[in-house]
């Protein structure tokens, strides 16, 4: 089985993922994002029914998992396994190839990867994989918000966190509705902090696995250890859920933001059953261009801030994949015009 887990950051992912590995039959490690980075380089390789071409993207795709802050334990690649796995020669293929074989060095058959990002692709998922399943987990847009403020990367201001957000449920809602139930699994961060086995049990049953208590344990696996080594930001994984970890925009938000956020997401917010604080019901705050410009003149100045607080290491380790990534794209500039070509 094929679970891909879709979403806005910053809304619980790394728990709800660490929870899923504890299942036997699952696998879940954490995501190098591979569809997120490589999607809008795939130009730069040219025709993939090229031998040399699709061994490139195989051992740019390999490297990418290999760079990852967080390592896949025990899994090596071997670029000629990953391209005897890949059922077509796309950028699909070695993604699925590519889980498909740290799944079987972890010794199960389904898998679920956490890259949130994946949203923006799932009609090439649904497409290409048979019957996968889905894992839409949210978490109330100003919560994310005030804990976005806190990430190396993404936006900063609220304004632009508001609009990210809204735009990722509204997919989410649509694909929903679109897939329907049998695939289609709807979970709150709220629900799985509140109610952690409850929410656990109703999963499991969506997935047709057994429930395992284990999955409340999951802060004291090997796993757990890792992410948390490999950024604050993830530091609270080893620790029991926080059942009161919600709301936090009332006490960490100022009045212009959660008003600001409710103007321009208030509609998607009330439609995932969150109420608003701040403002009534009804039409949406009007923007002025002069005031996206202050926006945007804020949101680079938070930005910056981010990035001069986030610890050299954790920064370090990002920047591996995101070298990788720049390596790519002068690679594909420095290539003759037809081997740039769409595929």
């Given at each position: 089985?094929?679970?891909?887990?879709?979403?806005?950051?910053?809304?619980?992912?790394?728990?709800?993922?660490?929870?899923?590995?504890?299942?036997?039959?699952?696998?879940?490690?954490?995501?190098?994002?591979?569809?997120?980075?490589?999607?809008?380089?795939?130009?730069?390789?040219?025709?993939?029914?090229?031998?040399?071409?699709?061994?490139?993207?195989?051992?740019?795709?390999?490297r990418l998992v290999e760079l990852n802050p967080?390592?896949?334990?025990?899994?090596?690649?071997?670029?000629?396994?990953?391209?005897?796995?890949?059922?077509?020669?796309?950028?699909?293929?070695?993604?699925?190839?590519?889980?498909?074989?740290?799944?079987?060095?972890?010794?199960?058959?389904?898998?679920?990867?956490?890259?949130?990002?994946?949203?923006?692709?799932?009609?090439?998922?649904?497409?290409?994989?048979?019957?996968?399943?889905?894992?839409?987990?949210?978490?109330?847009?100003?919560?994310?918000?005030?804990?976005?403020?806190?990430?190396?990367?993404?936006?900063?201001?609220?304004y632009h966190l508001a609009r990210e957000w809204?735009?990722?449920?509204?997919?989410?809602?649509?694909?929903?509705?679109?897939?329907?139930?049998?695939?289609?699994?709807?979970?709150?961060?709220?629900?799985?902090?509140?109610?952690?086995?409850?929410?656990?049990?109703?999963?499991?049953?969506?997935?047709?696995?057994?429930?395992?208590?284990?999955?409340?344990?999951?802060?004291?696996?090997?796993?757990?250890?890792?992410?948390?080594?490999?950024?604050?930001?993830?530091?609270?994984?080893?620790?029991?859920?926080?059942a009161g970890n919600t709301r936090k925009f009332?006490?960490?938000?100022?009045?212009?933001?959660?008003?600001?956020?409710?103007?321009?997401?208030?509609?998607?917010?009330?439609?995932?059953?969150?109420?608003?604080?701040?403002?009534?019901?009804?039409?949406?705050?009007?923007?002025?261009?002069?005031?996206?410009?202050?926006?945007?003149?804020?949101?680079?100045?938070?930005?910056?801030?981010?990035?001069?607080?986030?610890?050299?290491?954790?920064?370090?380790?990002?920047?591996?994949?995101?070298?990788?990534?720049?390596?790519?794209?002068?690679?594909?500039?420095?290539?003759?015009?037809?081997?740039?070509?769409?595929?």
């Amino acid at each position: 089985m094929k679970i891909f887990m879709i979403g806005t950051p910053r809304s619980g992912a790394n728990l709800l993922r660490l929870m899923l590995n504890e299942l036997p039959r699952v696998a879940a490690p954490h995501p190098p994002h591979i569809l997120q980075r490589m999607m809008p380089l795939m130009p730069n390789y040219g025709d993939l029914n090229k031998r040399e071409n699709f061994a490139q993207l195989v051992e740019d795709v390999c490297r990418l998992v290999e760079l990852n802050p967080v390592s896949w334990e025990g899994v090596t690649f071997d670029r000629a396994d990953i391209e005897r796995r890949s059922r077509r020669r796309t950028l699909m293929g070695v993604y699925e190839a590519v889980y498909d074989a740290m799944a079987a060095t972890w010794e199960v058959r389904s898998w679920c990867c956490q890259s949130l990002a994946n949203i923006a692709y799932l009609p090439q998922i649904d497409a290409h994989f048979r019957s996968p399943r889905y894992i839409y987990l949210h978490r109330d847009g100003r919560d994310v918000a005030v804990s976005s403020r806190k990430a190396v990367t993404g936006e900063k201001h609220f304004y632009h966190l508001a609009r990210e957000w809204a735009t990722t449920q509204v997919m989410a809602i649509a694909m929903r509705e679109r897939i329907g139930p049998n695939r289609f699994f709807s979970i709150s961060y709220e629900s799985l902090t509140s109610q952690p086995e409850l929410s656990m049990r109703q999963l499991c049953k969506f997935l047709g696995m057994r429930f395992s208590p284990s999955m409340l344990e999951f802060y004291m696996s090997d796993e757990a250890r890792r992410a948390a080594e490999s950024s604050d930001l993830w530091s609270n994984v080893v620790r029991p859920i926080m059942a009161g970890n919600t709301r936090k925009f009332l006490h960490e938000a100022s009045e212009e933001d959660i008003r600001l956020f409710e103007s321009v997401a208030g509609d998607v917010l009330t439609a995932l059953g969150y109420d608003l604080a701040r403002i009534p019901r009804g039409p949406s705050r009007m923007v002025s261009n002069e005031d996206i410009g202050r926006f945007e003149t804020e949101n680079r100045r938070l930005k910056e801030e981010a990035l001069a607080r986030t610890n050299v290491e954790h920064l370090i380790r990002l920047e591996r994949q995101a070298n990788l990534v720049h390596e790519i794209r002068l690679r594909g500039q420095m290539a003759p015009p037809d081997m740039r070509a769409i595929v």
